[in-house]
């Protein structure tokens, strides 16, 4: 069957970087992506990955390894608002999006 | 705003009421979708539109009925629901172009509660 694993939460702390990790195993591979859901809100698109290695975006951070299937999205200053939820999800062969249960992130003072 | 508008945001049903989700997308995109999220668990796609034509269905129980009368409007009607069927239904679109990244919008989704 296809899975994808990530943590179900993760706690940090304002100022600091957290790593968020998503392992995969997929009826192929067309591209990964990372979305942000606030509680009570859309996902907003984040990142997109297709090829190995890392993409930078400001404060945020995607990672793909496609031999380990394997993906991290790093956030680095870790702002209040930056409390939420972050899904990971893969496109498969067929080209249909499997997803994580998704990551709520905690983060203190 | 992310382009993607859903009505109602919230909706309280008895398990013999008809009622109905709308959405509707202004980004030009030629698919919708919609997803159910239950808390905990990943997104679980119910429908597609690709061009107004629906190509799949991922064996979503009969009580729910989705129309898409262009490429711009989404509806997903409700009928007999069941208790387990409350949670947030997300509403998404995207422009599909093959081999690209098709990256999907949602939007801010219908809170369901079925009493």
């Known amino acids: 069957g296809q899975n994808i694993d990530q943590p179900t939460e993760m706690t940090a702390t304002e100022g600091a970087i957290v790593q968020i990790n998503c392992t995969y195993q997929?009826?192929?591979?067309?591209?990964l992506f990372w979305y942000q859901q606030h509680a009570g809100e859309a996902p907003t698109f984040l990142s997109y990955?297709?090829l190995d290695g890392l993409e930078e975006k400001g404060r945020f951070s995607s990672f793909l390894s496609r031999s380990k299937g394997y993906s991290y999205l790093l956030l680095k200053e870790l702002q209040m608002k930056d409390s939420a939820s972050y899904l990971c999800?893969?496109?498969?062969?067929?080209?249909?999006?499997?997803w994580g249960a998704g990551t709520k992130l905690i983060i203190k003072p | 705003e992310t382009g993607v508008t859903q009505t109602p945001r919230h909706l309280v049903m008895g398990m013999t009421n008809k009622k109905s989700l709308k959405c509707e997308q202004h980004?030009?995109?030629?698919?919708m979708y919609w997803y159910k999220q239950s808390a905990k668990k990943p997104l679980e796609l119910m429908f597609v539109?690709?061009?107004?034509?629906?190509?799949e269905n991922n064996s979503v129980p009969s009580r729910f009925s989705p129309e898409c009368p262009n490429s711009s409007h989404l509806f997903l009607h409700l009928h007999t629901l069941q208790p387990e069927d409350s949670a947030l239904y997300l509403c998404?679109?995207?422009?599909?172009?093959?081999?690209?990244?098709?990256?999907?919008?949602f939007g801010e989704g219908s809170w369901l509660t079925v009493v």
């Open positions: 998404a679109s995207s422009q599909v172009i093959p081999g690209s990244g098709n990256t999907i919008y």
């Open positions: 980004l030009g995109h030629n698919a």
């Open positions: 997929t009826s192929g591979f067309n591209g």
């Open positions: 999800a893969v496109r498969d062969s067929n080209y249909q999006l499997i």
């Open positions: 539109y690709s061009l107004e034509e629906r190509v």
């Open positions: 990955n297709v």
